[in-house]
């Protein structure tokens, strides 16, 4: 029975001699050269697009389903070549021989990389809430360290009149932050910990840049780092609520008197005057002053009288808030001698009540509030010699006519 002829009469039913493999080895390698070096171009321009992407913080299509574990340099990297590769070979279908072409398509496509090749996969294996809610605080975390890269650069410049305005946005933006740290603590303790381990390297180096050029701008740079310290201490966030309280402690004891009452105003709490509304915001003047004179209230900022529409309770009264610089025992010494210097001001023989203001979620507030009763107010106003501006004196007797 005579044997079977292939199909194909080109092609060959026994293996090649070695010399004819070498040689058709070769053969295909030299028709695969002009694709070689178009090949390492989108290689190497896909890594610079991802790269571009990631310092600079573009974003090319939705987020919200990013992993965590996909923000560090290598995956974002790789994914960037992979994209670059994918379009210009197997989509775009880009002219190799023209390798202008070649790189501004891998370039691009590099950019948007990682986002197309999550998107693809999300299509398979759909992300969990623990992945977009890290994924969200990474990117809050990256808007924060831009920021802090524009006030650096703003600092170093000499340029004052726009640090301001990047300090209030950086300040935006870590509301932000540690308010997904927040909303991922609601759901478990554990998402609550990845969001915290996401941001708080991120958070720690933007203090230690800002504490850097503090000198440029003290009074702005020392209220965000107050700032930082206090949403960190809200949150949960330990080591950046430290970081925050070391550089504010450390100012406090600088050699530049400037950076001194920088970090002291930064820190010091908000007095409100709380009175019915018969008492003035001017009647108050004389009071602010004597308190300014004193070492302890000098950095406090002292605002207008604010009048309830409630009924208030007779008396003196403070209360305070914690704040993050101090403990709860310096903040009630603080208080009690605000009660001190107010009943002696008004002339009160019972001593002020001092207790200590309870917020929600463990927010800390550097805010006092001294509320002084209608009685106090009524005793304060009446006219010197008459306690009681409503009661009235009996009338003297109508003298006689004396007869000469």
């Known amino acids: 029975m005579a044997d079977k002829k292939p199909e194909n009469p080109n092609i060959r039913m026994e293996l090649l001699e070695p010399a004819e493999a070498w040689h058709e080895c070769k053969k295909r390698m030299v028709n695969a050269l002009p694709d070689l070096p178009a090949l390492i171009l989108v290689i190497v321009m896909g890594i610079a697009g991802a790269a571009i992407a990631k310092i600079f913080n573009i974003k090319v299509g939705g987020e919200d389903f990013r992993p965590y574990y996909l923000n560090s340099w290598l995956p974002m990297l790789v994914m960037g070549a992979v994209g670059g590769v994918s379009a210009v070979f197997l989509l775009a279908r880009t002219d190799t021989s023209k390798l202008i072409h070649c790189s501004l398509v891998g370039l691009l496509s590099g950019m948007a990389g990682p986002y197309l090749a999550i998107k693809a996969l999300k299509t398979i294996v759909p992300l969990d809430y623990t992945d977009k809610i890290v994924a969200e605080a990474a990117e809050a975390s990256d808007a924060t360290t831009n920021t802090t890269n524009k006030i650096v650069q703003l600092a170093k410049r000499g340029d004052l009149t726009n640090i301001p305005v990047q300090v209030t946005q950086f300040t935006a933006e870590l509301e932000r932050s540690f308010q997904i740290v927040k909303e991922a603590g609601v759901k478990s303790a554990s998402d609550k910990e990845k969001v915290i381990a996401e ?17 440029q701008a003290p009074q702005e740079i020392y209220a965000a780092v107050a700032k930082v310290g206090a949403l960190a201490k809200e949150s949960g966030s330990e080591k950046v609520a430290q970081q925050a309280q070391l550089i504010l402690a450390a100012a406090k004891q600088n050699s530049n008197v400037a ?128 306690p009681d501006p409503t009661a009235t004196t009996a009338p003297s007797p109508a003298p006689r006519n004396r007869r000469n």
């Not at 009288?305 to 009630?332: C, F, K, Q, S, W």
Request: with cysteine; glycine share 4%.
């Open 259 to 386: 950076i001194q009452k920088a970090a002291q105003s930064a820190i010091a709490p908000v007095l409100y005057f709380i009175t019915p509304s018969e008492l003035s915001n001017e009647a108050l003047n004389h009071l602010r002053g004597q308190l300014q004179a004193i070492a302890t209230f000098s950095t406090w900022k002292l605002r207008s009288a604010v009048h309830p529409t409630r009924a208030m309770d007779d008396g003196i009264e403070v209360v305070y808030y914690n704040r993050l610089d101090e403990d709860d025992a310096a903040n009630r010494v603080a208080a009690e001698e605000l009660g001190e210097k107010a009943c002696a001001y008004f002339d009160q023989k019972a001593p002020a009540r001092v207790r200590l203001g309870i917020l929600p979620n463990g927010e800390r507030r550097a805010q006092v509030d001294l509320q002084i009763g209608p009685d106090v107010v009524k005793q304060y106003l009446a006219p010197k010699g008459n």
């Open 199 to 215: 941001t708080e390297p991120a958070l720690e180096k933007s203090l230690e840049d800002l504490a850097s050029v503090s000198t």
